[in-house]
């Protein structure tokens, strides 16, 4: 028998399957910041926006004409600086037991390069 070309299909409803509605695929906790953190470790470009130094150099050295190649060793310097600020604090807080970095890991790290500063 022969079914009209115009006619709609439809379903046979005892043999069609209901497919549930899927949820968002979920990462587990931390997987995307472990990513991030090695996709940054990875990288060679600065991580500190330069307009954000060069407004705080120009901020702080009123008057005075800067190169930008000044603007650019200063920014190295300011993200070497931070970069064995913050690995040494991690090293406190690891050393104390502790997986989280805190604000009192870093003054610790401060007190320690004061008093080593000559």
């Known amino acids: 028998m022969a079914r009209p070309t115009n006619a709609p299909i439809v379903p046979n409803t ?9 949820k968002p695929h979920r990462w587990k906790s931390g ?18 926006p330069k307009a954000v130094i060069e407004r705080l150099i120009r901020e702080r050295a009123q008057g005075l004409r800067i ?4 603007v650019l060793a200063l920014q190295t310097a300011c993200e070497a600086f931070a970069v064995e600020r913050l690995r040494y604090s991690n090293l406190v807080a690891v050393s104390r037991g502790s997986l989280t970095l805190t604000a009192k890991d870093m003054k610790v790290v401060a ?5 080593t500063m000559p």
Do not use: N, Y
């Open 67 to 70: 190169d930008k190649d000044v």
């Open 111 to 115: 007190a320690i390069e004061d008093k």
């Open 31 to 48: 997987t995307q910041a472990l990513r991030q953190i090695r996709r940054l470790q990875k990288s060679v470009e600065l991580q500190i």
């Open 14 to 22: 005892e043999t069609t399957k209901v497919r549930k509605q899927s």
